[in-house]
């Protein structure tokens, strides 16, 4: 039997319903159990800022350590909708709600991307995007990733949408998109250098089909060539847009114009920060990570059977399909793979980024599979396996962002918070009802104290010293073991009990004797 | 009848106590050397360090420091690990261990590579070595997990000759909020237990989960001593 009648583009709003679906679906995976993993350090930093700026503080671009303001400016509206009034009533779900729109923002968005790379192609991509254990693992965590891969998505489609429409209105909102991404990670230069050699491959590409077919033969729909009158208006559109936006998020909304000087000193900061900083990692450890689990070698080998069908056909004739915007993804995928791996500082969420264009390759192996398989019954195999790798892909999400998210054998949970910092401030709580403590004064004198800041926020009279310092007179301490002699001293009439913050990193909690009636 | 008058008393006791002091001292010189002829320094084999970093020794109130090297510790000749391959119990049926079998606490193997450890569900549990007879204990080592830095809570250890540890029962060493111990951090060196030659046949181990997680792990225990004449 044949099945080779080839599958019909639905109507945009029937195509809409279709994606709207999936990132409702996406958005019903992401928000259970949303407060029980406990706060990575990262998103108790972050969980700070917003308590800072609930508190009307301005934010305060660290080019130190912290990232750019988007996440905050996204968030802050937010947690104030969902009644958040300071930092000791924010909770984990408020915070991490921003993170998994960003993630749901991100499958809906595949809708727009249909007429770049084919509806099949897209469908598959969102249903990845919508339920791998990486994207929905991450897309549950108070960072920028998400934030960050939803802007890239957005320049990648309005970019281009605005060179086929030679439209300035979409060159704008490309501008708006790159600006987004800089506020929310120094990173994304990376990410431009990559798009513009994608963007070059296919300029590339595009004057070789012109040359061979003799201009016109085969209409490259690349949108790029030729060059055309509004072209510099759109460029000029695009980074008015982007310098306003910028300016407008680093300054939070013009209020702090000593930003500038900062991000001058952050190129230094993370440029040092790219040779490793303790978080050095082989060039293959991307690879490894995606790999992990029962379906993420095999979305892998799909993603690059993706890639050859791209450069087969690249090689070969061009068919009827927009060839062009898969080349641009084929080469945006390996430049951004490239350069993260090559870089020594790699955290696991990083992998975010890459996992757009697997989604997408993968759609369009997939898509490549069904269209070369004309049978029924091998048509009827295909889809078999395709839900088999549903069904791994079910079960590896489960366990890695339900079951075992903090566990220190879960290769997304990177030095996260050990469940058992929990029980510190119930031990304080605890123990200051029995000594009668109404306000208990908590003296934490550490080097690097997060994410207690966070766990401790409840509490009114909380200071933070450094080891070196005298803290003075203190109800609880918590302090690392190597405190100073006069803390020392001081700690001989308090009783210890250790908590583990991070695999490795003990915190030693000194609570006062209680008093018996 | 003889009577002596003050200054003849003081005499004769001084002459006494000087002949009496000698005598002590010759049987205890004579006894320490015994004693120390007698004891060798308790060796055993240390797995290799596996987390990153030398230990900082640190000095904080009522916190144990972190062994930089092994203690040197005393025990008698022809002390041995009673403990290897010796028959475990625990406080949980076979099939409520969350990872292991009770073997691997007395296999010999201190790798704390995976596989070589047991993971007790969470709570307070405990495992039971069955000496077979009863010893003199001299110590008792104890490799919780030594992979990672981390804390067992209310580690408590019991010696008895009763196998429900009901009667008879000396507790070793106790660092839960009732005992006299300190927390300690875990690493290759294990915890070395000062039993003061204790008697017993089964020696019982508690711990109340840890720093990491509320499993309760154990990779090895040596119980060192000797067959009880």
């Not at chain 1, 209409?219 to 009158?229: C, I």
């Not at chain 1, 509490?459 to 100073?484: K, L, M, N, R």
């Not at chain 1, 003990?506 to 009636?517: A, C, D, F, G």
Request: glycine share 6%.
């Amino acid at each position: 039997m044949d099945c080779s009648s080839p599958i019909s583009v639905p109507s945009p709003k029937i195509r809409w319903v279709i994606f709207l679906t999936l990132a409702l679906l996406a958005l019903v995976v992401r928000l259970p159990q949303l407060g029980e993993r406990p706060m990575h350090t990262d998103e108790s930093i972050n969980g700070y800022i917003i308590g800072q700026l609930l508190a009307g503080k301005e934010f305060h671009y660290d080019p130190q350590d912290r990232h750019g303001p988007a996440l905050a400016a996204f968030t802050l509206p937010l947690v104030k909708l969902e009644g958040a009034k300071n930092f000791s009533e924010l909770t984990e779900s408020q915070l991490r709600v921003s993170t998994v729109l960003a993630g749901t923002a991100t499958v809906l968005l595949f809708g727009a991307a249909v007429e770049m790379f084919g509806f099949v192609a897209c469908v598959i991509a969102a249903l990845l995007f919508a339920f791998a254990p990486l994207s929905v693992y991450y897309n549950r965590y108070f960072i920028h990733e998400s934030l960050f891969v939803l802007a890239t998505f957005g320049l990648i489609i309005s970019g281009w949408q605005a060179m086929q429409r030679k439209s300035i209105w979409l060159a704008g909102l490309a501008g708006a998109c790159a600006a987004l991404m800089l506020a929310c990670k120094e990173t994304a230069p990376l990410h431009f250098f990559a798009l513009a050699l994608a963007a070059l491959a296919v300029r590339f590409w595009s004057v070789r089909m012109r040359l061979r077919f003799n201009s016109g033969t085969v209409r490259t729909d690349n949108g790029l060539l030729p060059a055309h009158p509004k072209l510099l208006k759109m460029i000029m559109a695009a980074l008015a847009i982007f310098l306003f936006i910028t300016v407008l998020l680093f300054t939070w909304f013009g209020q702090n114009w000593q930003v500038f000087a900062d991000l001058f000193h952050a190129v230094g900061n993370f440029t040092a920060r790219a040779g490793g900083e303790g978080h050095e990692k082989p060039w293959w450890y991307y690879l490894k990570l995606l790999c992990d689990g029962q379906s993420g070698g095999i979305i892998l080998i799909l993603s690059l059977l993706g890639m050859v069908s791209v450069t087969s056909q690249v090689l070969g004739r061009p068919k009827l399909q927009p060839l062009a915007p898969r080349i641009f993804l084929v080469v945006y995928a390996l430049a951004i793979f490239a350069t993260y791996s090559a870089i020594p500082y790699k955290t696991p969420w990083l992998a975010l980024n890459f996992w757009l264009p697997i989604a997408l390759l993968a759609g369009i192996a997939i898509e490549w599979i069904w269209f070369v398989t004309t049978k029924c019954w091998v048509r009827s195999v295909v889809l078999i396996l395709l839900l088999g790798l549903g069904y791994l892909m079910q079960q590896d999400t489960r366990l890695r962002v339900f079951i075992k998210p903090a566990d220190e054998k879960n290769p997304y949970a990177y030095a996260h918070t050990i469940e058992d910092v929990l029980d510190l401030p119930k031990r304080i709580e605890t123990v200051a009802q029995q000594n009668n403590l109404t306000q208990p004064r908590i003296a934490v004198i550490a080097t690097d104290a997060w994410p207690l800041p966070w766990y401790l926020r409840k509490f009114s009279q909380v200071g933070f010293w450094q080891p070196e310092q005298d803290p003075g007179a203190a109800d609880f301490y918590i302090t690392t073991s190597d405190v100073s002699p006069p803390l020392a001293e001081r700690l001989k009439s308090f009783r210890p009990d250790f908590y583990g913050v991070r695999p490795n990193v003990l915190l030693i909690l000194w609570t006062p004797e209680i008093k018996r009636n | 009848m003889v009577r002596v008058g003050w200054s003849g008393c003081a005499a004769l006791q001084f002459f006494m106590c000087k002949w009496i002091s000698k005598i002590v001292a010759v049987v205890l010189f004579s006894a320490t050397i015994a004693v120390a002829e007698d004891k060798i320094p308790l060796t055993t084999s240390l797995p290799e360090a596996v987390t990153t970093g030398t230990p900082v020794p640190f000095i904080v109130p009522k916190l144990d420091p972190e062994l930089i090297e092994w203690p040197k510790f005393l025990v008698p000749a022809g002390t041995t690990n009673l403990a290897l391959g010796k028959k475990v119990t625990s406080s949980v049926s076979d099939s409520d261990i969350i990872t292991g079998t009770l073997d691997l606490i007395t296999d010999g193997d201190k790798t704390g590579d995976d596989g070589s450890w047991i993971a007790l569900p969470p709570g307070k549990q405990w495992v039971q070595i069955d000496l077979t007879k009863e010893a003199d204990i001299y110590a008792i080592n104890v490799w919780h997990y030594h992979s990672q830095k981390r804390v067992y809570r209310d580690v408590i250890v019991q010696i008895s000759d009763d196998p429900t540890f009901s009667k008879g029962v000396a507790t070793v060493y106790d660092n839960s909020v009732s005992g006299n111990d300190h927390p300690y951090i875990e690493n290759r060196f294990g915890k070395l237990i000062d039993t003061k030659g204790a008697k017993g046949r089964y020696v019982r181990l508690f711990s109340n989960g840890n720093t990491s997680d509320k499993l309760n792990h154990y990779i090895e225990v040596e119980v060192f001593g000797k067959p009880a004449a």
